[in-house]
């Protein structure tokens, strides 16, 4: 059912909300995924991101969402200087994606410390509304609009049982589920949407099992 | 109540005796399950942000192509010395929604309405009838409800999006919303309200989407004065007892019928109309040379700022 407030809205910067409001989205979930602000970004546009982007601001919506801002903030134009200010280099260039929406965009982020790095491909579906498409080169499905818990562990039985009942004790209801892996016995990839929002401290539990590599949440916007 | 029929809605209303704002505004808290208050905030919140954009409005920005920029602040100068030929509600009309357009190629905040290149038509008949009725501010929102209740059916019927449909999809959907919030506005009664957004649909039916450049600029900005008289003119036909002789409904789906048989060309990707004039190519040329330019440059080299501030397309910034 359609949610009038995506009739009436968003409240956003323009000029397009798939070009505008979605590249903020996309780069604002790059930067929860990498878990901190990026010192480098190595930002590839694909088709009608690369195309018009440049009209569309659709660089600048890039970057001010890995600064951490949202569609509706007046600083979006002003993103590459505050990058500048804030320490952050990126760059541009055009890239041939196979099978990619046409407003795709894949990003390579690294942060100060080591180790803190995130390869995400992404695209804007219209309307503001975005998709991450690939993480770390592992092919993934989910949008941002839920909570959204992203879970790489050891390929092996029972994580899936163990995640999903502290959840569930938590009274977090999953909305949409899913798995990946390279090869049996190697890494996994989970993606659990969510509901509700899932507490620092279940996160902190979920965490400290064993054969758990790496925990990324990404908590919805606010209304 | 799903909104995917106006006749549903308009029979629901009169049945129940309850408003169609009321409706839409039930529908909402049962869809995204928040209370009466937090939608009703919710809407209070858009209608500010739309005033607050239209406010903010100043006629020195220039889009980042320096084609768009300046013409509602013309359209204000002239009517504050002139007498305008439709009167000074009729300028002031036109005066807003080129100043939101403006506004949103210009990237600053705008409310989508359904769409951000559709932006300027819901505000530029909204704001300017607010301020010379001195409408109280409830009043409004239950007309922003009514508009939100067309913009439903019509996405869940045919579309909103100009990939889709062609700008018929955009800027007709938001003349058929702000048809139908004003002639609510104007005492109108629910039969009316869909009289209203029938005519609006129909005389916008068909509207190709030809960005120039593929940017939200030329024509879209100008569009949503078309936009925005349309709805002017369907509500007054509706409000003195003018009726379509096509019903809401069905108007609604030949829009849908209309926009998936329009070729690719009009439909958002440049390919047609006026983005294929001499001025449109040229123009497209221009922006994609600018894009040559700053391929593979990182902000620490100095040439990265000439290639995205070209000296055709002025800086923008905080006035």
Redesign the interface.
């Known amino acids: 059912?359609?949610?009038?407030?995506d009739?009436?809205?968003?409240?956003?910067?323009?000029?397009?909300?798939s070009h505008?409001?979605g590249a903020v989205r996309i780069g604002r979930m790059g930067r929860t995924l990498l878990g901190c602000q990026p010192k480098t970004a190595k930002i590839h546009l694909h088709g009608?991101f690369?195309?018009?982007?440049?009209?569309?601001?659709t660089?600048?919506a890039l970057v001010a969402g890995l600064l951490g801002m949202k569609p509706?903030d007046?600083a979006?134009?002003?993103s590459?200087e505050l990058?500048?200010k804030q320490g952050m280099?990126?760059?541009?260039?055009?890239i041939h994606l196979k099978d990619a929406h046409p407003n795709s965009v894949l990003m390579e982020l690294e942060g100060a410390e080591e180790g803190q790095k995130l390869q995400m491909q992404a695209c804007s579906v219209?309307?503001?509304q975005i998709q991450v498409t690939s993480l770390n080169g592992v092919a993934v499905n989910f949008t941002g609009a839920y909570n959204t818990l992203i879970i790489q562990n050891r390929d092996d039985r029972g994580y899936i049982a163990d995640i999903t009942t502290t959840l569930s004790r938590a009274r977090v209801n999953i909305a949409n589920m899913s798995l990946s892996r390279g090869h049996r016995g190697g890494d996994a990839l989970m993606v659990i949407e969510t509901d509700e929002r899932i507490p620092p401290v279940v996160l902190q539990f979920i965490r400290e099992f064993t054969g758990i590599l790496h925990i990324t949440y990404y908590e919805k916007e606010d209304? | 109540m799903d909104l995917d029929s106006m006749e549903k809605i308009l029979q629901y209303a009169q049945e129940s005796g309850k408003a169609i704002w009321e409706i839409v505004l039930e529908s909402d808290m049962e869809n995204r399950m928040v209370s009466r208050e937090a939608s009703w905030e919710k809407m209070r919140h858009t209608w500010r942000a739309m005033v607050e954009s239209a406010d903010s409005y100043s006629g020195q920005r220039r889009s980042r192509s320096g084609l768009v920029g300046g013409d509602g602040q013309k359209v204000s100068d002239y009517y504050a010395t002139h007498a305008s030929i439709g009167g000074t509600f009729t300028a002031q009309v036109i005066a807003q929604a080129l100043a939101m357009g403006e506004n949103n190629a210009c990237m600053r905040r705008i409310v989508a309405a359904p769409t951000a290149g559709s932006c300027g038509v819901m505000p530029a008949v909204l704001i300017p009838l607010w301020r010379r009725e001195q409408i109280p501010e409830d009043r409004m929102l239950e007309a922003l409800y009514v508009a939100c209740a067309i913009g439903g059916v019509i996405a869940s019927r045919a579309s909103i999006s100009g990939a889709a449909g062609g700008c018929q999809a955009e800027v007709g959907s938001a003349s058929a919303m702000a048809a139908g919030a004003l002639t609510y506005l104007q005492g109108g009664s629910a039969p009316q309200i869909g009289h209203a957004v029938a005519m609006a649909i129909k005389n916008l039916l068909g509207l190709v989407c030809d960005p120039v450049a593929g940017l939200v600029e030329v024509p879209c900005v100008k569009r949503n004065v078309a936009g925005a008289m349309n709805a002017i003119a369907a509500a007054d036909m509706a409000v003195a007892g003018v009726e379509s002789r096509v019903p809401v409904d069905e108007v609604i789906d030949a829009m849908g019928d209309v926009g998936r048989r329009l070729p690719v060309e009009f439909r958002e990707t440049a390919m047609g109309g006026l983005a294929v004039t001499p001025t449109g190519r040229a123009v497209q040329q221009r922006m994609q040379q600018s894009r040559k330019r700053q391929r593979t440059l990182t902000i620490k080299d100095s040439r990265w700022k000439l290639a995205t501030a070209p000296a055709d397309a002025p800086a923008e910034g905080e006035a």
């Open positions: 059912m359609i949610d009038i407030f009739i009436l809205g968003p409240i956003m910067v323009g000029p397009s909300s505008t409001a009608s690369a195309v018009t982007g440049v009209g569309h601001g660089d600048r509706d007046l979006i134009p002003d590459f990058a500048e280099q990126f760059s541009f260039d055009e219209g309307g503001g209304e």
